[in-house]
């Protein structure tokens, strides 16, 4: 409060002493308000057809787009289920074996059970295979437009083989 009070104090012996000059009573008003601008920027923008956002009509989904982000998408969520799995092995009273015989003693039927391994394998195989194939590409091998292609429909079957493989066991 008392900073506040010296700097009005401060502020009104300063203009005093310096009276009025050519700063205080020539100054330039501004043309435009910020929200002026804004207002002629969108209705320039809406006059010529341009787009809002680059992402929902220029760009198109292709498959090495849609891989890219799923690749990101399975680290993560393996990432967090490991950590989960981790935790609760820390934290439940009772060992692994216990929980896994309390599964077998609902007694789901084999398509369900199956089901549930192979959306379990899904993620870690498609992570592991896509890891292989951008591997490839820190090589300098596949970077071509044709052949990345390829290879991504190359990790789709192999990540649903091996998830299948996986959830017969």
């Not at 308000?33 to 320039?44: C, G, I, K, L, S």
């Not at 989960?84 to 060992?95: G, M, Q, T, Y």
């Amino acid at each position: 409060m008392a900073a506040l009070a010296l700097r009005g104090f401060g502020r009104r012996c300063l203009l005093a002493r310096l009276g009025p000059g050519p700063a205080l009573h020539q100054t330039i008003p501004m043309a435009t308000t910020a929200q002026e601008e804004m207002r002629r920027f969108w209705e320039r923008n809406s006059r010529s057809g341009r787009p809002v956002s680059p992402h929902v009509s220029i760009y198109k989904w292709s498959l090495p787009m849609a891989m890219s982000i799923s690749h990101r998408g399975t680290g993560v969520a393996l990432s967090l289920g490991v950590s989960l799995f981790s935790v609760a092995a820390l934290l439940l009273p009772e060992s692994f074996p216990h929980y896994l015989a309390q599964v077998r003693a609902l007694s789901l039927g084999p398509a369900l059970l199956c089901s549930a391994k192979f959306l379990l394998a899904l993620p870690l195989c498609y992570h592991s295979w896509n890891g292989v194939r951008h591997l490839a590409w820190d090589l300098g091998k596949g970077l071509r437009l044709p052949q990345v292609t390829q290879s991504g429909l190359l990790v789709l079957a192999l990540t649903l083989l091996s998830s299948a493989a996986l959830a017969a066991l």
